[in-house]
Every structure is written in structure tokens, then in C-alpha cells.
């Protein structure tokens, strides 16, 4: 039973410090996502949702609560076994593209593989990452020489290249036109169908939540519960 | 991360800012290069030096009054019956010869020209100790010690000063002092040795110059003893000959010496500490510019982990651990100083050449000497310039929290 849930999170706080006042980011948020599911994470800006993404993503830590990714219990894990999740079980995918400039498209597929350790043929599987969004021949074009979409591309390769549990995608078509964000949105939503690939996007445009199985509301720190 | 790879990415992201890398290589390139010159003109010195030293003959020993080691009341002075005794072959079997000297400074004149040389007053053993050449004449002779004669052997440079020429002269009358000698010889030049130039100097028997020219307060004082031993191996057993005829007639067999002893291995050993100073001294005023060349590496490895906050963000979020970004950032500051190194290898070999160009044609050769030691010091120092002056940037960049890194702008 427990198998099928990606995420298991369960009334998560998160406070920061900003100097005398404590800013309160998550006041106890739960929520379970199943494996292969597409969920889309909404809300305000400040309602809480990227600090939710960090959580989840395994870039913070909470304050208090209990989270489980993927069978690991994330919140009593330290500095490099969070980094080592990250590496594993989590592909980010950021409204930037955050790519290394002076790196070719196939170097920053493969930089996830150059952190996992020991993996073989590191070259092959970022080169077949690229050809799974339809990059094959931009494989050694830096980012300057790419356009938008195919920067965005790039970074979904490098997301997918350690086949890890979950995407999280922070306003993936956030710096995309809309016709090119669309098919950005197609290429995600295929990858989740051809590999199972649980898809979490966090966004404020309805339009790509609608596409969606589930939307997750967040406001002042609180899911809300009546969608 | 495999550390092959790192180095290539860490010299790509250098390449990236070729200006600013550059001027921070700079300086390290001027450090080393400093560190090596200096070393190679020490070390050149040093060799030089030694030579000239190595040059006076290693079966000599040199006796002078006093200690200069320990403080001794009344040292008595060495005297002409010191030195026969020394001279006697049953006393100190392993003693050769004995020249005593006396030296003093004096005008000579001829023709109406005047210098000023050292004037040395000894006996005949003194030019073959010495391995002194003539271009033409003779050395003094037993006769000449003996008749009190006003005979002279005189250097190249006091003939080319006095006569323009360096033939001919013997025969010639100088002055020195205002009492006439009679040039008997002309020595082949020795060039410049460590102790002045031995081509500006004049020869006299020991009996003229003590009763003519030189006076010193006892009777038959000598400045100094040459003392040359039948052999190299020798010279340890001639010393203690020597030093014990002197306390026997310095009446000093016990307590402190009132004499001391040089051998050429002496004179070897303080030359080298002397110049073992000199050499760190310099190489350390060197050190400072390399000291600065690093503070550059930190100033700019400090700005370069601030502008890439976000790729550190960014490596964190992607699964880099503390430990990966430590060791790119610090590859990245060592590169910098092993390239500036290297390339300070050179230009300090080239800064010796100079230096051993301007000392050749200034008319005292030199050959500063870099040694496979100072490369290999050089580059590791450099090397750990790089790696100490880059902790604090790396250590920077590896605690930035990956959340905050990604969130800069």
C-alpha cells in the first residue's frame, strides 16, 4: 500500500528567522502523491508553494513533520545523504533553465551522472536522455546556441538522465511563449506516460494545471481543501 | 567526481575569463619568478665563491695570532721563530713548507705614476703555495731573503698602471715608499679573487719589508702563517702539529689557544653558511611577492564564488555534495597558481640569465644556478599558495545553502 506513494508528507511547518520575526512559510501542510500521478501545486505568490517545492524536492529541510520520498524518510537524513536523494530520486526542471553556459547540451545532461558516483557509460545515457526530447543534434551546441525551448529541453534531459522518482518542475513555461510552453507541457506530459515518471509543476497559469490530475491549493501556508 | 575531468572543467571555466585569470596568474608568475631568480643568484654566488675559495689549494692551512672563537688575554703574536719551527721536519713530519707573511698598504711609484697596492713581505715557498705564474723573470730567491735585497715581484696590474706594458719591466726601478726596488719578476694574472685582487699587489722579501717597510711592534711578528701540508689527507694531522708546537711556544699547552688555525675546508664551510643566509634572505623578501600573488588567487576566487552562487545552487540541487564543490573550487585556485608557477619557473630562469649576462659583461662572471630543487620547490609552494589561498573561497562556496544559491540573483 505504501508502495504506490511517492510522497508521504504529513503536516510539514516551515519558519524562518528574518531577524527579529519569525515568518511563517508552511503551517502544516499533508499531502500524498501517487506514483505516475501529475500533480500541479498552485497558489499566490507567498501562499507558501516554492517553499513546499524545496521541502519536497529535498533542497530544505522542514521544521517540523514527517516526510517519506520514495520509502526514505527524508527528515532525518543529513547533508549528503539529501544530496545524494537529490541526485537519485528528484530531476528539477526551473523556469530559468539554470543550464551551465560554457557547457555543451550533452555536459549538462550528463552533470547529474558526474555526481552519482560510479556510473557507466555516462555519455551514452545523457546522449539517450537528449534524443528522448528530440534533441539528437544539438548534442554538443552550448546554451547561448540553443533558443528557449530548446534550453528548457536540455534541462528536462538532464532531469530525466538519473531516471529518478519524481520531476519537479518550478514554472517550467514560466520564460516560454505560449506556443513553445505548450509543447514544452506535451513533452512533459509524454515522459510521464511512456516512463511513469510521478510529475509535480508548480505554476500560477490555470491553463497548465488544468492538464493536471490533481491540483494542490495552496494559501497562507494551508492547503485548501475544497477543490 | 572523477578528477581528471574536473581539472579540464576548472581550466574551461578559467579559459571563460581569460582577463582576470590572467592578471591573478600574473601574480604568481611574478612571485615564483622572484623566488627562482633569487635562489639561482644566491646559489650562483655561492658557487662562485666556493670556487674562488676551492681555487687557494686544499693542503693549505692558514695560522693567524689570536682566537677568534673564544677570548684569549695577551695573545702573543706570531713570530719568524714560529714559523721555523713549524718548518722543522721532526717536529710536524706532515708540514711541507711555512711562508710567513706580513702585508701592509703603500704608494709605489715609477715614472711618475702612483698607485696604491698591498705590499706583502714573505719568503720564496710563498709562490709555489700560492701556484703563482710569471710572465717573465723570477720569483725571489733565497738570496734575495737573505741579502736583504730591494727586489720586487710585481703583478700584471701594478705593470699595466705603472709601465702601460707587460714586458720588459723586469729590470725596471719602482718606488714604494720612496726607496727604490728593482722588479725581479711579473706575475700572470689570477683575475679577482675573493680576498681583492691579487693582480694589484707587489712582492718583497720578508727580511726587506720588516726592516724597510712594514714595522710592527715585536721582533720578527709576522701577520700571518701559509702552512702547506705534504698532502690533502694530511692536513688534519698538520693542524694538530702546528697547534702544538704553538702552545708549546706560546707557553699555552693548556686553556685556550692564542692562535688560530684555518684550513681551506674552514674557510669553505663559513663562505657557504655566509652565503646560505644571503640566499634564504633573499628568496625570502621573494616570498612576500609570492605571499601577495596568493592573496590575488583568494580576492578573485572570493568574487567568482559570489558571481556563480546560482551554479552552486544549481550543482547542489543536481546532487553535488559539499565535498564536490570544495574540490572544484580549489582545483580552480590551484590551477591558478600552477600555471603562474610554471610559467615563473621561466621567467626567473630567465631574470638569472640577465643577472649572469650584466655580471659577465660588468667583468665578474657568475652563473646564477637554478637547481632541480628549486623548480620542484617552487612549483609545490606554488601549488600550496594556490590550495591554502583557496580554502576560505571553496569552503564559501560549498556551506551555501542549495535553496538560498538558487533564489540569487
Redesign the interface.
Known sequence: MAKDWVILANDLTKYYQMGEVEVRALAGVSCKIKRGEVVAIMGPSGSGKSTLM?IL?C??LPTSGKYILDGEAVETLN??QL??I???KVG?I?QSF?L?A??TALGNVE??L???GKVPNKKERARTALESVGLEDRISHRPTELSGGEQQRVAIA?ALV?NPAIIMADEPTGNLDSKVGKEILELLLTLNRDKGTTLIIVTHDPVIAAQAQRIIHLRDGLVEENI | ??IG?SII?AL??LN?NKLRSGLTILGIVIGVGAVIAMLAIGQGAQDTITGAISGIGTNLLFVSSGNQIQEVRNPKPLTLGDAQAIADPFAAPDVLAVAPIIQGRDDITAGGQTMSVSVTGTTPEYFIMQNYSLLEGDFLTLDNLQGNASAVVIGPGVADKLFSRRNGVVGETIRINGQPFRVVGLLQSKGGGTFGSQDNQVIVPFTTAQTRLIHRSALNEVDQLYVQAVSTQAVPLATDEVKQILRQRHRTPVGVDDFTVFSQADFLSIAQTVTGVFTIFLGGIAGISLLVGGIGIMNIMLVSVTERT??IG???????????ILIQFLIESSMLSLIGGMIGILLGWFLGFIVGRIAAASGNPFNPAISLNAILLATLFSLAVGLFFGIYPANRAAGL???EA?RYE
Open positions: 524545496n524536492g533542497l530544505d547533508d549528503n544530496a545524494d537529490r541526485n537519485r528539477f526551473f539554470n551551465l560554457r557547457t552533470l547529474p558526474r555526481y552519482a538532464r538519473n | 567526481m572523477n575531468q572543467e574551461e571555466t571563460g546560482r551554479e544549481l550543482r547542489k540541487a543536481l546532487g553535488a555534495r559539499k565535498r564536490d545553502e542549495p535553496v538558487l
